[in-house]
Every structure is written in C-alpha cells, then in structure tokens.
C-alpha cells in the first residue's frame, strides 16, 4: 500500500504563494477558525516532504521569528514532524529537530518514500518539486488554501505555473473564518 501524498498550499485568490509590499503572512486574513484546523491537520502521524528553496526559507523565517505566524502552534506541530528534504544543494546536518536530506531525482525519492511510509506524506510550498510530482503522477490530494486577496501588482511565486494540465476532482471544501476557501482536489493528468 503506498502513502497518500498531500501538496498543501496557500495561495491569494489570483494563484500566487506570497506577496510583496506590505502584505504579511496570511496575507493579513489569519483567523482563530483557520489556525485551530491548521493545527488539526498537522496533529496526526504524517510525513513532511519539502525541496531544497521552501526548506531554506522555512529554516530562515524560523530563525528570526519575525515573521507573522511563525510562532502559531501548526507551524511549531509542523517542525516536530519527521521531514524529507529533497536536495542537491544543501548539505547536512540540517536545522530541523527530525529531518532527513536526500538527494536525487525528486520524482524518484517520493515514488520510494510512498512505497515505503507508513504515514501520510504532506508538503507545505514546494512549488516546483510538487509541480513535478504531479506530473508523474505522485500526488494525491492538492489542497489550496485560498485567502481572499488579489495581488495583481505584489504576487510572487505563482502556484501553478508552468504545470501540465490537470482535471480536479473535487474531494472537500471549507470556509474558514467567513472568508478563506480550503479546497481539497483529486488532481489527473488532462488528455
């Protein structure tokens, strides 16, 4: 039995991870119903996956603390999780409590780590690994947190693009906080 594999990501309505200018983390929109289910997803036994940029930034906005949300306890439940680094760059030992860093084609590690998990796998961000993954065919679940801002002139690091073409099927959606969309998709390659 493989892994389920679940790409987790938050985006601004117009498809971009982040913002520039004086947009701070959740986009400023964070609410207590949408950090109390962040924490719930990141309460089971499960797996983190990440490539080597989102895991750098990660290391770094937890360093310094700064940053709005870094200190909210998902993000803290998320850190004592066991983590996948895929890498070629980054050298070991890393600065995460439970993290292991692997190197190699990406498409391959996860394919032998959902074959060999006894946990679900998630991934926070990742952009162009889990851009990857889908491609091959390796993930399961997409699931895009869609805050309720556009950043037509700010938004950095769109979520998509680049990839193939997919069909979504639909598995949940929620509100969270009267304002914020969790959409949960079965992604299959189009064509």
């Keep these: ?26 986009w400023g929109k964070q609410g207590p119903e949408l950090l109390d289910h962040r924490l719930d997803l990141y309460g089971g ?20 603390g700064e940053e709005p949300g870094v200190r909210d ?5 998320m850190t004592s999780l066991p983590a996948t680094v895929v890498s ?19 498409v391959e590690v996860v394919a032998r780590l959902k074959e060999a998990s006894d946990v679900p796998l998630r991934s926070h961000g990742s952009l162009s690994l889990n851009r990857a993954l889908m491609s091959a ?26 990839a193939d073409d997919f069909d979504l099927e ?8 009267g304002r914020t969309q969790e959409l949960i998709y079965r992604p299959t390659l189009h064509g």
């Design 137 to 162: 065919g390796l993930v399961d679940r997409v699931q895009v947190t869609i805050f309720p801002v556009i950043t037509g002139q700010t938004g950095v690091a769109s979520v998509f693009q680049g």
């Design 170 to 177: 639909l598995l949940e959606h929620r509100t969270l906080d």
């Design 73 to 77: 306890p998902w993000v803290t439940r």
């Design 1 to 26: 039995m493989t892994a389920t594999y679940t790409f987790d990501v938050f985006s601004s309505l117009d498809g971009f991870g982040a913002a520039s200018a004086n947009w701070t983390g959740y």
């Design 88 to 106: 070629s760059t980054l050298e070991g030992p890393l600065d995460w409590p439970d993290a292991t860093l692997v190197s190699g084609d990406a």
């Design 45 to 64: 036994d499960q797996r983190m996956v990440f490539g080597a940029n989102t895991f750098r930034a990660f290391v770094q906005m937890l360093a310094s």
